[in-house]
């Protein structure tokens, strides 16, 4: 027998009542508000959710739960509306268009109401006072419930400078405080914190969000649309939702794919239903990101250009461990030489928006699309972009001051990083007025942030043009002996150069082991020596002062132990003494410990390292240490 076709539904809007599963809580909760006279009720979830599918299905589960038959359900598409023709931002031509939509779904007296709404761009009053009572006069004095899709396409017009009269919002506002038979449910792509200057027009009003499935809703979305035709073993069902999370969209692409999947291996001797196991559910992983695709592209389109960064970052830091101190994928990008600071905020709102969970990628096929579609790599050079045009203006602005007053260039730029911490144009041009005015510190920071950026984006130009004002920032450490500081910056710039940094950074090793030898920190130096031996192994001078250190810590313990060695006779000889006669013992050790130790260590050779102090004791001799090669 032919294999019957595909009956999952990707991307399209669901009307039919039999496709459609779960998402009854969010109906009981619409239902509840409505009987409770509530006239705006705001539906928000994520962008490919399933909004459009709940507001289709909304006619239809409400009637079977609406104790009465009182309300008619219109809806209206807001994407639908064209905001690049000026015309259609007043308040007037929105509640035209409208109007026009509502007309649409009547049957009868469309004459009078289509002459109502074409007159309404030129008097707003028409809406309320003539076009409403006659919708409801038809209706047969029903209450009408006005569904708004995308309505959250309004969000850039509002920001504009209405005058109130044309604000459309407070329009609506006070159209609901008199018209006690109109009921508005718009449904928005967005957190209604997200919404700018809408979140006011829903103060007070419940907000449902419509989210994820459970896992019971998602099961009968995976079996019941195909049940005779493929049977889902326990472990696949697993797998797809460990996939999906529940994400109707998700969950559709991926029983799209498992059922061509079917279709291609099916042989018409075979019987069905077809057997599905975790093993086809892995298999098609990348089929079903390429059937999601467009949807994906969309959910990508919805983010701030940060949030987009931290969710790459987070999809790429999904196994590093969680620290309590910092998110992974905060901590991913501030290696990165990104100032994470300011992205605290935007990493909130993606938690808030259910994009993270506890700093994880909610949905795990978002998180392997995001692995695939937006590497870190390639997404994380936009982040120069954020408020590109007032940068320009004040780089050009310092720029021009560099030439004759240093402090008020670097004021500028200052203030150019404090607008985007992560434009590296303006973190380099910072880092070299530090360096003009000698703030080494503040310098190698920016320095340190733009080569890590670089390195990660694998711009070697780029990578390269710090090298130079890196040296320079290690040579004036090393100049002032901070040798540590020093060294630290040319272990960056063996990164980037080693031939170039090569003769500064063994020079500044050199001198740091001359300043440990004298200190006697023979550990410390004995690692400085083999790390100018892991840089140059043919150094000689680092293999001369290893043997001279060898030397000088073999000496430093014989001297140690013969101190030791000499106080224990004189110990021994004043407890033995003392028993016999306290004074004899006094006058007689003391004659005998001079003469003693006096002929003891008139003998005595001292070792390379010391001299003869008054032809008697070894004491250090300084001034046979050398400076080195």
Same mark, same amino acid.
């Given at each position: ?26 109906? #009981?909760?619409? *239902? ?20 459009? #599918? ?7 589960? @409400? #009637? ?23 015309? *259609? ?16 779904? /009547? ?6 109401? +289509?002459?109502?709404?074409? *007159? ?11 076009? @409403? ?12 419930? /006005? ?32 018209? =006690? ?6 449904? &928005? ?43 889902? $073993? ?27 999947? &079917? ?51 987070? &999809? ?15 901590? /991913? ?25 506890? =700093? ?85 920071? /920016? ?26 920032? &290690? ?55 083999? @790390? ?21 810590? +073999? *000496?430093?313990?014989? =001297? ?39 002929? +003891? ?8 390292? $010391? ?19």
């Amino acid at each position: 027998m032919p294999f019957p076709p595909n009956p999952y539904i990707v991307g399209k809007t669901i009307r039919d009542p039999n496709k459609f599963f779960g998402r009854e809580h969010e109906f #009981s909760d619409i *239902n509840d508000s409505l009987q409770n006279n509530e006239q705006l009720i705001l539906l928000y979830g994520q962008r490919r959710i399933g909004k459009s #599918s709940v507001i289709a299905q909304i006619p239809e589960k @409400l #009637s079977q739960k609406l104790s009465t038959n009182d309300f008619v359900f219109i809806s209206f598409d807001f994407s639908s509306l064209d905001f690049n023709d000026e015309e *259609n931002l007043s308040t007037q031509k929105i509640l035209s268009l409208i109007a026009i939509g509502i007309i649409e779904n /009547l049957e009868t007296n469309k004459q009078v109401l +289509s002459h109502l709404a074409e *007159n309404i761009p030129t008097n707003i009053e028409i809406f309320s006072r003539e076009f @409403l009572p006659t919708v409801y006069q038809q209706l047969g004095n029903k209450k009408l419930v /006005l569904l708004w899709d995308e309505f959250d396409v309004l969000t850039e017009r509002d920001t504009e400078l209405d005058t109130y009269s044309n604000n459309f919002c407070n329009y609506i506002i006070q159209l609901l405080q008199k018209d =006690n038979k109109l009921f508005i449910i718009p449904i &928005a792509g967005r957190h209604i914190s997200k919404l700018g200057n809408l979140s006011s027009f829903f103060r007070g009003s419940p907000n449902i969000e419509i989210g994820l499935l459970n896992k019971e809703d998602t099961q009968k979305l995976i079996i019941q649309p195909d049940e005779n035709v493929l049977n889902y $073993e326990e472990e696949a069902i697993e797998a797809i939702f460990q996939l999906s999370a529940g994400h109707p969209y998700f969950t559709q692409c991926i029983c799209y794919a498992i059922h061509n999947l &079917a279709r291609d291996r099916h042989n018409p001797t075979n019987v069905l239903p077809q057997s599905i196991n975790g093993h086809d559910v892995k298999s098609i992983v990348d089929r079903a990101i390429g059937l999601a695709e467009g949807g994906l592209d969309w959910f990508w389109g919805g983010l701030t250009t940060e949030q987009q960064v931290i969710f790459t970052a987070a &999809a790429e830091a999904q196994n590093i461990p969680i620290k309590e101190n910092e998110p992974p994928q905060l901590m /991913l990008l501030r290696n990165h030489g990104i100032a994470i600071e300011y992205l605290k905020k935007p990493d909130k709102q993606l938690h808030e928006y259910g994009f993270l969970d506890n =700093n994880r990628v909610k949905v795990e096929f978002v998180r392997r699309w995001l692995v695939k579609s937006h590497k870190l790599k390639d997404e994380i050079s936009n982040l120069e972009t954020v408020k590109q045009e007032n940068i320009n203006k004040l780089l050009s602005v310092a720029d021009d001051l560099r030439e004759h007053d240093d402090t008020q260039a670097v004021q500028t730029y200052e203030l150019a990083l404090k607008l985007n911490p992560n434009n590296f144009k303006t973190v380099t041009s910072l880092a070299d007025e530090y360096l003009k005015i000698q703030e080494l510190n503040e310098a190698y920071k /920016l320095y340190e942030r733009a080569y890590h950026f670089y390195s990660f984006i694998g711009n070697i130009n780029k990578q390269q043009s710090v090298l130079q004002p890196l040296l320079t920032v &290690a040579e004036k450490y090393s100049k002032a002996e901070n040798f540590e500081q020093a060294l630290e910056i040319y272990r960056l710039a063996d990164k980037i150069d080693r031939e170039t940094s090569k003769d500064g950074f063994l020079q500044t090793i050199e001198n740091y082991v001359h300043k440990l030898i004298i200190a006697r920190e023979w550990i410390k130096a004995t690692e400085q020596c083999k @790390l100018g031996l892991q840089i140059d192994p043919n150094r000689i001078s680092f293999q001369q002062r290893l043997k001279e250190i060898q030397a000088l810590r +073999s *000496n430093t313990n014989l =001297n140690v132990a013969a101190k030791s060695l000499n106080k224990k006779p004189s110990t021994i000889m004043l407890q033995w003494l003392n028993r016999i006669s306290r004074p004899i013992a006094s006058l007689g050790l003391a004659g005998v410990v001079v003469i003693g130790v006096g002929i +003891s260590q008139g003998l005595r050779t001292c070792p390379p390292s $010391e001299r003869k102090a008054f032809g008697v004791f070894c004491v250090a001799d300084n001034s046979r240490i050398s400076r080195g090669n």
